[in-house]
Protein backbone atom coordinates (compact mmCIF):
# COMPACT_ATOMS: atom_id res chain seq x y z
CA UNK A 1 0.00 0.00 0.00
CA UNK A 2 1.00 3.43 -0.89
CA UNK A 3 2.42 4.75 2.93
CA UNK A 4 3.53 8.63 3.07
CA UNK A 5 6.75 8.65 5.01
CA UNK A 6 5.46 9.29 8.31
CA UNK A 7 3.22 7.10 8.70
CA UNK A 8 5.58 4.84 7.39
CA UNK A 9 7.81 5.82 10.16
CA UNK A 10 5.00 5.24 12.65
CA UNK A 11 3.55 1.90 11.96
CA UNK A 12 7.37 0.70 11.00
CA UNK A 13 8.20 -0.63 7.55
CA UNK A 14 9.65 -4.25 6.41
CA UNK A 15 12.57 -3.21 7.28
CA UNK A 16 11.74 -3.58 11.15
CA UNK A 17 11.33 -7.24 12.02
CA UNK A 18 8.06 -7.19 13.16
CA UNK A 19 7.31 -3.28 12.40
CA UNK A 20 5.67 -1.75 14.88
CA UNK A 21 4.14 -3.30 17.60
CA UNK A 22 1.27 -1.32 19.47
CA UNK A 23 -0.96 -1.81 22.57
CA UNK A 24 -4.70 -1.10 22.91
CA UNK A 25 -4.88 1.10 25.68
CA UNK A 26 -8.92 2.02 24.49
CA UNK A 27 -12.01 1.35 22.68
CA UNK A 28 -13.63 4.40 23.44
CA UNK A 29 -16.77 3.67 21.09
CA UNK A 30 -17.59 0.62 22.17
CA UNK A 31 -18.26 1.34 25.75
CA UNK A 32 -16.74 -1.98 27.08
CA UNK A 33 -13.46 -2.00 29.44
CA UNK A 34 -10.66 -3.42 28.59
CA UNK A 35 -8.58 -2.98 31.86
CA UNK A 36 -6.61 -6.32 32.73
CA UNK A 37 -7.14 -7.69 29.00
CA UNK A 38 -4.34 -7.30 26.50
CA UNK A 39 -4.54 -6.58 22.71
CA UNK A 40 -1.86 -5.98 20.78
CA UNK A 41 -1.22 -5.17 16.67
CA UNK A 42 1.55 -5.10 14.86
CA UNK A 43 2.07 -3.32 11.97
CA UNK A 44 3.84 -3.34 8.67
CA UNK A 45 3.96 -2.33 5.41
CA UNK A 46 0.63 -3.58 4.44
CA UNK A 47 -0.07 -6.78 7.12
CA UNK A 48 -1.82 -6.32 11.09
CA UNK A 49 -1.24 -9.16 12.95
CA UNK A 50 -1.15 -9.24 16.63
CA UNK A 51 -2.74 -10.92 19.79
CA UNK A 52 -6.63 -10.35 20.97
CA UNK A 53 -7.22 -11.54 24.47
CA UNK A 54 -8.04 -14.93 23.49
CA UNK A 55 -7.09 -15.20 20.02
CA UNK A 56 -4.22 -14.25 17.59
CA UNK A 57 -4.90 -12.97 14.42
CA UNK A 58 -3.82 -11.47 11.11
CA UNK A 59 -4.63 -9.82 8.14
CA UNK A 60 -3.54 -7.12 5.36
CA UNK A 61 -4.51 -3.14 5.70
CA UNK A 62 -3.63 -0.33 3.34
CA UNK A 63 -3.11 3.24 4.91
CA UNK A 64 -2.50 6.39 3.04
CA UNK A 65 -3.04 10.20 3.36
CA UNK A 66 -5.66 9.96 6.45
CA UNK A 67 -7.45 6.94 4.95
CA UNK A 68 -6.80 3.35 6.81
CA UNK A 69 -8.49 0.13 5.62
CA UNK A 70 -8.34 -3.48 6.87
CA UNK A 71 -8.84 -6.13 5.19
CA UNK A 72 -9.89 -9.68 5.74
CA UNK A 73 -8.94 -10.96 9.28
CA UNK A 74 -7.74 -14.30 10.25
CA UNK A 75 -8.23 -15.20 13.87
CA UNK A 76 -7.11 -18.39 15.66
CA UNK A 77 -10.53 -19.95 16.94
CA UNK A 78 -10.26 -20.17 21.06
CA UNK A 79 -12.89 -19.64 23.26
CA UNK A 80 -12.42 -17.32 26.50
CA UNK A 81 -14.16 -15.51 28.94
CA UNK A 82 -17.61 -13.98 27.64
CA UNK A 83 -15.94 -10.75 28.87
CA UNK A 84 -12.83 -11.31 26.86
CA UNK A 85 -14.28 -12.83 23.66
CA UNK A 86 -17.11 -8.90 24.25
CA UNK A 87 -14.03 -7.25 23.86
CA UNK A 88 -12.64 -9.52 21.26
CA UNK A 89 -15.51 -9.16 19.16
CA UNK A 90 -15.55 -5.85 19.55
CA UNK A 91 -12.04 -5.33 18.70
CA UNK A 92 -12.51 -7.06 15.54
CA UNK A 93 -15.66 -4.71 14.34
CA UNK A 94 -13.90 -1.55 15.12
CA UNK A 95 -11.01 -3.05 13.20
CA UNK A 96 -13.13 -3.41 10.45
CA UNK A 97 -15.03 -0.48 10.60
CA UNK A 98 -12.01 1.95 10.68
CA UNK A 99 -11.89 4.55 8.04
CA UNK A 100 -9.05 6.91 9.35
CA UNK A 101 -6.64 7.34 12.04
CA UNK A 102 -4.43 9.84 13.45
CA UNK A 103 -1.29 9.65 15.30
CA UNK A 104 0.50 11.78 17.90
CA UNK A 105 3.37 10.96 19.61
CA UNK A 106 3.29 7.67 20.42
CA UNK A 107 -0.60 7.14 20.02
CA UNK A 108 -2.67 5.92 16.81
CA UNK A 109 -6.04 6.52 17.08
CA UNK A 110 -8.45 4.62 14.30
CA UNK A 111 -11.61 6.44 13.23
CA UNK A 112 -14.97 5.56 12.08
CA UNK A 113 -16.29 8.00 9.33
CA UNK A 114 -18.28 10.14 11.41
CA UNK A 115 -14.29 10.85 13.51
CA UNK A 116 -15.43 8.95 16.46
CA UNK A 117 -12.57 7.37 18.30
CA UNK A 118 -12.70 3.42 17.68
CA UNK A 119 -9.15 2.50 19.06
CA UNK A 120 -6.65 3.59 20.56
CA UNK A 121 -3.38 2.13 20.54
CA UNK A 122 0.08 2.93 22.26
CA UNK A 123 3.13 2.34 21.12
CA UNK A 124 5.08 -0.62 22.81
CA UNK A 125 8.65 0.64 23.77
Known amino acids: GVITAAV ?3 LGSSNQRGGTLCV ?5 ESGLEIEGLTVTASFTDDEIGGQAP ?3 YG ?3 SAGGTVFKVGEVARTLMAGSDEAMAVEDAYFEALSAATAYVYDGDTLTLLDPDGAQLLVFRRAE
Not at 24 to 28: E, G, K, S, W
Open 59 to 61: GEY
Open 54 to 56: VNS
Open 8 to 10: AWW
Open 24 to 28: LTAMP
